[in-house]
T-cell receptor, first 116, second 109 residues
Framework: DAGITQSPRHKVTETGTPVTLRCHQTENHRYMYWYRQDPGHGLRLIHYSYGVKDTDKGEVSDGYSVSRSKTEDFLLTLESATSSQTSVYFC???????????????FGPGTRLTVL | AQRVTQPEKLLSVFKGAPVELKCNYSYSGSPELFWYVQYSRQRLQLLLRHISRESIKGFTADLNKGETSFHLKKPFAQEEDSAMYYCALFTGGGNKLTFGTGTQLKVEL
C-alpha cells in the first residue's frame, strides 16, 4: 500500500465535542483531499489542499475545517461534532510525487467516526 | 457542471456471467475517466483509467463520448470481484475527481 496513513482508524465521540483526524503521507505529493463516504452518496469531497497552507472547500465543507502546515500532514477538524457527521472519512493524495501518475488519487485506509 | 451517474446501487450476478457496471458523465471539457474499486472494508484503489486502455483483472472500459458513458465490463464474473465500484471523472482545478455514488457488485455462486 502507498505511504498514506490515517489516525485514528476508529473513533466514537459525543455530539458537540471537537474531533481532529490526521492524514499523513510519505510520498511527497502536492495535493491532499478529505472525503466522506456514506451509503447512497458515494464519496463526497470535504476539503482539499494544493500545497502547504493552501486549502479550498469541497462540496460538503460545512462544519469542517482543515489545515496543512507541512507537505506530509493534512488535518481535518470537526469543531463541534454532530450525528450527521457519522461517516467513514478517507484521505487521498495526488500530483507528481513518489507514486507518479499526475491525476490518479491514492487513498488512505479510512477512519470510521461515530458521533453519538 | 460536472456529474457522474451510476444508476445501479446494487448489481447481483452469478459466477461466470457477464458483468456491466454503468457510468455516465456530464462534462463540458475533454473527459478523463477512472474506475476505482473498494473491497470489503479496504481502501479504494484504482482499477483502470481510460487513457491507459488497459485490462485489469479481466475488466475493460471504453470511453464513448457520443453517449457520454464509461461502462465497466467483464465477460465472466468471479467471486473475488464482489466489491464496491466507483466511476470518477477528472475535473482539473485542484487535481480533483468527481465520484459517482458507487455500485455494489455481488457475485453469487
Amino acid at each position: 500500500d502507498a505511504g498514506i496513513t490515517q489516525s485514528p482508524r476508529h473513533k466514537v465521540t459525543e455530539t458537540g465535542t471537537p474531533v481532529t483526524l490526521r492524514c499523513h503521507q510519505t510520498e511527497n505529493h502536492r495535493y491532499m483531499y478529505w472525503y466522506r463516504q456514506d451509503p447512497g452518496h458515494g464519496l463526497r469531497l470535504i476539503h482539499y489542499s494544493y500545497g502547504v497552507k493552501d486549502t479550498d472547500k469541497g462540496e460538503v465543507s460545512d462544519g469542517y475545517s482543515v489545515s496543512r502546515s507541512k507537505t506530509e500532514d493534512f488535518l481535518l477538524t470537526l469543531e463541534s461534532a454532530t450525528s450527521s457527521q457519522t461517516s467513514v472519512y478517507f484521505c487521498a493524495i495526488s500530483g507528481w510525487g513518489n507514486l507518479s501518475s499526475y491525476n490518479e488519487q491514492f487513498f488512505g485506509p479510512g477512519t470510521r467516526l461515530t458521533v453519538l | 457542471a460536472q456529474r457522474v451517474t451510476q444508476p445501479e446501487k446494487l448489481l447481483s450476478v452469478f459466477k461466470g456471467a457477464p458483468v456491466e457496471l454503468k457510468c455516465n458523465y456530464s462534462y463540458s471539457g475533454s473527459p478523463e475517466l477512472f474506475w476505482y474499486v473498494q473491497y470489503s472494508r479496504q481502501r479504494l484503489q484504482l482499477l483502470l483509467r481510460h487513457i491507459s486502455r488497459e485490462s485489469i483483472k479481466g475488466f475493460t472500459a471504453d470511453l464513448n463520448k457520443g453517449e457520454t458513458s464509461f461502462h465497466l465490463k467483464k465477460p465472466f464474473a468471479q467471486e473475488e470481484d464482489s466489491a464496491m465500484y466507483y466511476c470518477a471523472l477528472f475535473t482539473g482545478g485542484g487535481n480533483k475527481l468527481t465520484f459517482g455514488t458507487g455500485t455494489q457488485l455481488k457475485v453469487e455462486l
